[in-house]
């Protein structure tokens, strides 16, 4: 069985266990406190991760862990989390579309696996509690698409994941109100568990990676009408569940980890300077794993981009920083 089929195969077989559970396990209703809540975040995989819209803020939504879902709601100030207390959210879940819009200054969440279903719902977080939106219009069910927030052209990209048929290779856009879809001429292959981060530096958003008829080693660039595939001299070697994001203060994207092919996990750090890939060789480093969640704290003023859990050979939760040399872990608090 070839790796693409048995990423199909596996998420068809968590999504039928899943209908046939009817939401009976696990963290299903959001009114307990997931263990590990003392110090910081139960260990998980494929947690939505974001910006949180203030100084030393990184925002964590949800994530998986041996099947069970999580609904919970925490914020990373530098040095500890916190868990919320939101009046609302939304349903337990994993492998989201996660982005902060910084034009409505809301954390906007899409979609995801839950326990009964592919979801296709979109939320926004303000800071103090979660909104169930009901745009006009809305991207079809997915899970592992890649979401970022394009800064220049305020609104939010959303591209590809899969769902019960497939792959995808679709781009949205959301304003604050509504999702839209666009028709790029150019376009990457349908892929899920791509990296995305957007580059301000460049105005665009940059994409590597992911898992579709094949695992990809691509780079490409979107610029608000459409995708341009890159030639970058070096690259990173194909993987799909890593993680990237946008470092303001070195002004480079950020790479970490992943699964290849064949199922090794990895456990590289590469930097994107607009032109070409650069493998990075920090003294310290997390673990090689998939899925973990990584954002960027926009609010310090020498940020650190931060990465959280993830899984190899068991669930992790873990949390690092990058500071643009090597990778400090941070301590429960």
Same mark, same amino acid.
């Given at each position: 069985?070839?790796?693409?089929?048995?990423? $199909?195969?596996?998420?068809?077989?968590?999504?039928?266990?899943?209908?046939?559970?009817?939401?009976?396990?696990?963290?299903?209703?959001?009114?307990?406190?997931?263990?590990?809540?003392?110090?910081?975040?139960?260990?998980?995989?494929?947690?939505?991760?974001?910006?949180?819209?203030?100084?030393?803020?990184?925002?964590?939504?949800?994530?998986?862990?041996?099947?069970?879902?999580?609904?919970?709601?925490?914020?990373?100030?530098?040095?500890?989390?916190?868990?919320?207390?939101?009046?609302?959210?939304?349903?337990?879940?994993?492998?989201?579309?996660?982005?902060?819009?910084?034009?409505?200054?809301?954390?906007?969440?899409?979609?995801?696996?839950?326990?009964?279903?592919?979801?296709?719902?979109?939320?926004?977080?303000?800071?103090?509690?979660?909104?169930?939106?009901?745009?006009?219009?809305?991207?079809?069910? $997915?899970?592992?698409?890649?979401?970022?927030?394009?800064?220049?052209?305020?609104?939010?990209?959303?591209?590809?994941?899969?769902?019960?048929?497939?792959?995808?290779?679709?781009?949205?856009?959301?304003?604050?109100?509504?999702?839209?879809?666009?028709?790029?001429?150019?376009?990457?292959?349908?892929?899920?568990?791509?990296?995305?981060?957007?580059?301000?530096?460049?105005?665009?958003?940059?994409?590597?990676?992911?898992?579709?008829?094949?695992?990809?080693?691509?780079?490409?660039?979107?610029?608000?009408?459409?995708?341009?595939?890159?030639?970058?001299?070096?690259?990173?070697?194909?993987?799909?569940?890593?993680?990237?994001?946008?470092?303001?203060? !070195? $002004?480079?994207?950020?790479?970490?980890?992943?699964?290849?092919?064949?199922?090794?996990?990895?456990?590289?750090?590469?930097?994107?300077?607009?032109?070409?890939?650069?493998? !990075?060789?920090?003294?310290?480093?997390?673990?090689?794993?998939?899925?973990?969640?990584?954002?960027?704290?926009?609010? !310090? !003023?020498?940020?650190?981009?931060?990465?959280?859990?993830?899984?190899?050979?068991?669930?992790?939760?873990?949390?690092?920083?990058?500071?643009?040399?090597?990778?400090?872990?941070?301590?429960?608090?």
């Amino acid at each position: 069985m070839t790796r693409t089929s048995t990423h $199909r195969a596996l998420v068809v077989l968590v999504v039928a266990w899943c209908l046939a559970l009817g939401g009976g396990a696990g963290h299903a209703s959001g009114t307990e406190t997931p263990a590990g809540a003392l110090g910081q975040p139960f260990t998980r995989d494929q947690p939505g991760i974001a910006y949180g819209g203030q100084r030393n803020s990184v925002l964590l939504f949800g994530g998986t862990f041996e099947g069970a879902y999580w609904n919970d709601t925490w914020k990373f100030d530098g040095i500890k989390w916190h868990l919320q207390a939101p009046a609302n959210s939304p349903g337990p879940r994993a492998a989201m579309g996660i982005a902060y819009d910084s034009a409505r200054k809301q954390v906007v969440v899409f979609g995801g696996l839950g326990f009964n279903r592919i979801l296709g719902d979109t939320w926004t977080w303000d800071g103090r509690t979660w909104t169930k939106q009901s745009p006009a219009s809305s991207p079809r069910a $997915r899970t592992n698409p890649g979401m970022v927030y394009d800064a220049a052209r305020q609104q939010v990209v959303m591209f590809g994941g899969f769902t019960q048929t497939g792959f995808l290779g679709d781009t949205w856009i959301w304003d604050g109100t509504n999702w839209t879809e666009l028709a790029p001429s150019t376009s990457p292959q349908k892929r899920a568990d791509v990296g995305m981060a957007y580059d301000i530096a460049r105005s665009q958003t940059v994409l590597f990676g992911g898992d579709g008829s094949q695992v990809f080693s691509d780079t490409w660039a979107w610029d608000g009408t459409n995708w341009t595939q890159l030639t970058p001299a070096s690259s990173p070697d194909a993987r799909y569940a890593h993680a990237m994001a946008y470092d303001a203060a !070195r $002004r480079r994207v950020v790479a970490f980890g992943g699964l290849t092919e064949f199922g090794f996990f990895l456990g590289d750090t590469w930097t994107w300077d607009g032109t070409t890939w650069t493998e !990075r060789t920090p003294t310290t480093s997390p673990s090689p794993r998939k899925y973990p969640g990584m954002a960027y704290d926009m609010g !310090r !003023r020498a940020g650190d981009v931060v990465l959280f859990g993830g899984s190899e050979a068991e669930f992790l939760g873990d949390t690092w920083t990058w500071d643009g040399t090597t990778w400090t872990e941070r301590g429960s608090g």
